[in-house]
């Protein structure tokens, strides 16, 4: 039986990984910050089978200890700040965690177990300001946030441990990936939550940012999988993990009100584009420039082309089912709400 470590186990992607490595067997452990509160956030249904580290990942010490602990033989590192617009107001933070973290944890693994094979979840987002389409492993580098320039010093400091210490060190380029436990402070939550509101009458218009952005987007729970495939192979790599598709979010805005009956026509261009019910002539969506970023990246669009052929990974949900899913809970989630505010 295997030990795996999961830093960042209480959100999207960490209880997604936790699942699927408590099914094939794994003595799954977990490292969660000490709050006053404790909250184990999406593996609230799983916490009696995972076992809890107090650690930080600012805190070297901690995290020596927290591998002593568990003894990982696997060691997934999804702790992050990874929100792109919290980056831009907390930016040194954002490096403590997302850059100096991955370097903490890499050194706790060498000191105490350097046979222990590291995941790093790496991001779309130090593509940037993409420099081919679509992306791949060979693309340049052009992060366009504090948040990707931090996932960058990452990803580029796996590799260094890989290539200096003959660690085995991957990360995994990972396009957007969304869930039904996606935070609402990302733009997919933030509508399909919207668009279960506006479908109940709890909610008059969706506000959002620059509607052309166009993203590859993919359900979690696929691509937990393949951080576990990397670390099964015979030799240490780095992949891209997407879908090969892009929409705008527009369309995902579009995909999101079909869902619950609702079609979607747009007037206008730019701030004052504005989404109205094709049945009804009421305005559902609007633009406010306060969502724009300082610095735009415009388009993602990922080859996943080395991860289906070295790892036999494929994506089996689908875009539209992906939306689906987060409206159908979210409609749920603000029945309950209602439910309780009425009582």
Known sequence: MKNALITGITGQDGSYLAELLLEKGYNVY??????????????????????????DMTDIVS?????????????????????????????IATADIDA???????????????NARFYQASTSEMFGLVQEMPQSETTPFYPRSPYGVAKLYGHWITKNYRESYNMFACSGILFNHESERRGKEFVTRKITDAVARIKLGVLDRLELGNMDSKRDWGHSK????????????????DYVVATNETRTVREFVETAFSHVGITIEWQGTGVDEIGVDKETGKTLVSVNKAFFRPAEVDILLGDPSKAERN?????????????????????????????????
């Open 100 to 114: 100096l973290g991955v370097i903490h944890m890499l050194e706790a693994i060498r000191i105490v177990k350097p």
């Open 311 to 343: 790892l036999g990974w494929k994506r089996e949900i689908p875009f539209s089912e992906l939306v689906k899913r987060m409206v159908e809970n979210d409609l749920v989630l603000v029945e309950k709400e209602i439910k309780i505010s009425n009582i």
């Open 222 to 237: 696929d691509y937990v999988k393949a951080m576990w495939l990397m670390l099964q192979q015979d030799t240490p790599d």
């Open 30 to 55: 977990g490292i969660m910050r000490r709050k006053s509160v404790v909250d184990y956030g999406n593996v609230e249904h799983i916490k009696d089978k995972i076992n809890f580290i107090y650690a």
């Open 63 to 91: 995290l020596i200890n927290a591998m002593k602990i568990s003894q990982a033989d696997e060691v997934y590192n999804l702790a992050a700040q990874s929100f792109v617009k919290t980056s831009w107001e907390q930016p």
